[in-house]
């Protein structure tokens, strides 16, 4: 039996508006979350995750109203990621009806919060997303907090530690590469991939279609994109887009 690799939609979201960093800096406004949610039913996309990446910066906390229309729209399996920092936030927002909750600060301001998480909606609905950046003098360190907070560990000894406190499933995201067009990180990839047995998401720099294969070949369960699926031409004009399902099961093994 063919398995398909999930092929995932990232759309990161500020202020209620959906937005498109470069290497987590300079959003630039691409338009409604809740139209590109309706977009991405009509092209039978198979998951989304949905990030408000200002919400732990700000500390403005989980946006119920933004979850309550994504929900009340959405077709396929959502994660959410933004502001979540405590059990209660996290069966909130189940409730709501997202699949998955995507914790990313808090993950390394209190892990113990992983665990309490896990156990309360079990590990596959729990993913923690590590946000890393290459040393000059080689490897990566990991952040929070857009990039602006080093939290004194490499991607792959963060990933271990979501692993081992619950997290049934890590995005890994290249800091340097986001929004850039120029490939995913497969080196960043590999060293995470290689350390846990969880499943591993791979985000940052997805330009084509192939990039998707070698981030799977570098260990990758699924891979993810954010303005590959929402930017077109070398003017960066919105357009939403997705490939066609007979691609997505070109990638199965």
């Known amino acids: 039996m063919n398995v398909f690799p999930r092929v995932i939609p990232v759309l990161l979201v ?37 990030c408000d990446i ?4 700000r500390g403005t906390g989980v946006n119920y109203g933004l979850i309550e229309d994504i929900a009340s729209e959405a077709f396929m399996p959502v994660a959410y990621g933004g502001g979540i920092t405590s059990v209660a936030d996290a069966r909130r927002i189940t409730g709501i009806g997202i699949e998955k909750v995507v914790l990313n600060t808090v993950a390394f301001t ?12 079990g590990a596959s ?33 963060a990933a271990l530690r979501a692993q081992e406190l619950g997290a049934g499933e890590i995005i890994v995201s290249s800091i340097d590469r986001e929004g850039t067009f120029s490939g995913y990180d497969l080196k960043l990839v590999e060293s995470v991939a290689s350390a846990v047995t969880v499943p591993v998401v791979a985000l940052g720099g997805a330009s084509a279609f192939d990039d998707f294969r070698t981030a799977l070949e570098a260990g990758a369960s699924a891979v993810a994109a954010g303005s590959m ?25």
């Open 54 to 57: 200002d919400a732990s910066v």
């Open 125 to 157: 609905s729990t993913v923690v997303s590590i946000d890393a950046k290459k040393r000059m003098t080689g490897g990566w360190d990991t952040f929070i907090r857009r990039a602006s907070k080093r939290v004194g560990l490499t991607p792959a000894e």
């Open 110 to 121: 209190r892990p113990e919060s992983i665990t309490e998480i896990s156990t309360a909606l």
């Open 229 to 253: 699926f929402v930017l077109n031409g070398k003017h960066r004009a919105v357009l939403i887009s997705y490939p066609a399902p007979e691609q997505v099961r070109s990638l199965g093994i």
């Open 14 to 50: 500020s202020d209620g508006y959906l937005v498109k960093p470069v290497r987590f800096a300079g959003d630039k406004y691409v338009g409604d979350p809740i139209n590109a949610v309706r977009i991405f039913n009509e092209k039978q996309v198979d998951e989304l995750v949905i």
